[in-house]
């Protein structure tokens, strides 16, 4: 009978972690609906606003050049790790991690490399190296664009400043609530445009294209760090998602294979209790 209490405690703890994870699908299911639609509205602006600096560069001289444009050689490496500050969400943080990790010790293995936290999990990872120069986790507890364009504002200042040649951040891409795309972007300097063809356009500018370049790229790389943030959470609470999905199916099934497991156990102590039963009372009647 004590194997049988063991089996009922099981199914009673199965059960309530079912209940946990069935929960928490549903609460990262109605953040996701929030989130997606945010990067879904943003994404449309932000391709804009760099295809159109993208084509007003293109049609500049090459001796007038942007300070966030300016090719160092490149020693000192700045990469930003956007992951989340919770976990139980699948291989989403780990997988972040991981190519961060590949990235300083294979892309950038004779350079010196240092990281920006975005997300607890990233801080967590990273630390060890004391490489972190700045943890921005909490800027997902007010996920604005003011928020995240100080972020930006700094990367942008210690570039120009020279205290680092190259700055890249690290990402999960939204697909869907199942898939996230792990992707890495050149933040600065500003990768410049290449193309065969001669780019015409039929603008008046006022004021200056060099003017209004130099006004749109702050904006436009406030913007880049901003979507890959929101990237991020969207993408975060559709690993969570479907991670607590995977787990309910899963406790759901070792809580069916628990209570066969209990009433195949009770029927086998039915079974010896009859039999004990049965054989007492035919030693009597010998």
Do not use: W
Not at 84 to 112: H, P
Not at 121 to 126: E, H, L, R, S, T
Not at 211 to 232: C, H, M, N
């Amino acid at each position: 009978m004590a194997n049988l209490k063991e089996i009922r405690n099981r199914i009673t703890s199965v059960s309530s972690t079912m209940q946990i994870t069935s929960a928490m699908k549903m609460v990262s299911a109605a953040k996701l609906k929030k989130a997606q639609d945010a990067i879904t509205a943003m994404r449309p602006y932000a391709d804009k606003l760099t295809e159109l600096l993208q084509g007003l560069s293109a049609t500049l001289d090459e001796n007038t050049g942007s300070k966030y444009s300016t090719q160092r050689e490149v020693n000192k490496v700045l990469i930003v790790a956007i992951t989340s500050n919770r976990g139980l969400c699948g291989a989403f943080n780990s997988n972040i991690i991981k190519a961060v990790n590949k990235l300083t010790t294979e892309t950038y293995a004779n350079q010196e490399v240092s990281y920006v936290a975005v997300g607890k999990k990233a801080n967590d990872a990273f630390k060890k190296t004391n490489n972190i120069i700045a943890n921005e986790s909490h800027v997902f507890d007010d996920l604005t664009f003011d928020n995240v364009a100080e972020i930006a504002q700094m990367l942008m200042d210690k570039f120009v400043a020279g205290e680092f040649d190259k700055i890249e951040i690290v990402y999960n891409k939204f697909k869907n609530a199942a898939t996230q795309i792990v992707t890495r972007e050149q933040f600065l300097p500003i990768v410049p445009v290449s193309t065969d063809e001669n780019v015409k356009l039929d603008y008046i500018f006022e004021p200056s294209k060099v003017e209004i370049v130099e006004a749109l790229i702050p904006k436009s790389l406030k913007t880049q760090l901003y979507k890959g943030i929101r990237d991020s959470y969207a993408s975060e609470h559709g690993a969570r998602m479907t991670a607590m999905h995977k787990a309910t199916d899963n406790a759901k099934e070792l809580r069916d294979q628990l209570k066969l497991t209990y009433n195949k156990a009770r029927q086998a102590a039915i079974t010896n209790e009859i039999l004990e039963i049965v054989g007492g009372a035919e030693a009597l009647n010998n």
